[in-house]
């Protein structure tokens, strides 16, 4: 019962931010700054700051210089009262050219993936469901924000999409029960698990590693979306748009493994931390597997979409363009 209201507490508290977040609010009455956390630097300056993004995607809310060190890791760390009297009274700017989005997390100790986690990625594969979780994990180099470049690495042509619900660790979990796995998530984002299928495929002896972890094979973003913004992280719809037309359209609903299955596993024998990343696998649709298959190429663009997360735009480029 003691726990139960103090959760309870922490729920109205965030109820009564949100109505003040609102109120000073300027786009729109019903409008409300949510806890949508972001890391981003302004043109021809070198420091990171972080921010709140309102739900449109369209107006950023700068936290004061300084806080939480400038860093996201710190911030999810923070103590939830402390944090909420940071947010109490901000100030707003609409989005421009001059603001760049980062990754929200830019410095994870950890980014773990799952694969074949969708039972129509399994099928579009001709494989069977997996009798475990299957776990690979990507380097933190791998990392871009919101209109950020994915690179077409000269080393592949076989460079695929697949859009994933990305889990942020909130706090140190170790030996966690699957009744209480929920409680160790800060939030959401919205991540691309980029692959070139030929390293992962065909060339590095079969290991994964390569083909997963070229620069800029892991666009993340716009934003951390605080899990009390989400009713159900296991009904979320999700998609990917190439060039405007869409190849995926699923549903974490689908998940073979949910979150829970999956905190619990790895941390079995794993220690997370926060601002460690988890990707939770891809509905069907990618590339590969499309007949003929369509691989990505210099001018594409990217667009992933989970519902109630947000959107996250990238664009192919050619090795020598960065």
Not at 86 to 107: A, Y
Not at 174 to 202: C, L, P, T
Request: glycine share 6%.
């Amino acid at each position: 019962m003691k726990k139960q209201s103090m959760i309870f507490k922490q729920l109205v508290k965030l109820v009564k931010f949100q109505r003040i977040m609102a109120a000073n609010y300027s786009s729109t009455s019903s409008a409300e700054v949510p806890l949508r956390f972001v890391q981003f630097i302004r043109k021809n300056e070198s420091n990171k700051l972080l921010g709140v993004l309102s739900n449109d995607g369209e107006t950023l809310h700068p936290l004061p210089e300084g806080t939480c060190q400038n860093d996201m890791i710190n911030l999810i760390k923070q103590d939830t009262k402390v944090l909420l009297k940071k947010l109490q009274s901000l100030p707003s700017e609409q989005l421009c050219s001059d603001i760049e989005l980062l990754p929200p997390v830019t410095n994870p100790e950890k980014i773990v993936c799952i694969g074949l986690n969708y039972l129509d990625h399994c099928l579009e594969q001709h494989k069977a469901k997996p009798k475990e979780p299957m776990f690979f994990s990507k380097f933190a180099s791998t990392l871009i924000g919101h209109g950020g470049n994915v690179i077409a690495h000269n080393i592949s042509n076989k460079i695929d999409f697949e859009v994933e619900l990305a889990v942020i660790i909130g706090k140190e979990a170790k030996n966690v029960s699957k009744e209480n796995a929920m409680d160790y998530v800060f939030g959401y984002s919205v991540a691309q698990d980029i692959s070139a299928r030929d390293w992962q495929k065909e060339r590095n002896g079969g290991q994964f590693l390569i083909g997963k972890s070229m620069d800029t094979f892991c666009p993340l973003g716009p934003a951390i979306v605080h899990k009390s913004l989400v009713n159900d992280p296991h009904h979320l719809q999700m998609i990917t748009r190439i060039n405007g037309i869409e190849k995926q359209n699923g549903n974490t609903m689908d998940m073979i493994y949910e979150i829970d299955d999956i905190i619990h596993e790895l941390t079995k024998s794993i220690t997370l931390k926060p601002g460690d990343v988890i990707l939770t696998g891809t509905p069907a649709g990618v590339g590969m597997y499309r007949n003929p298959p369509e691989y990505l190429k210099p001018g594409d663009t990217i667009e992933s979409e989970i519902e109630c997360v947000g959107k996250l735009f990238n664009k192919v480029v050619a090795d020598e363009c960065i």
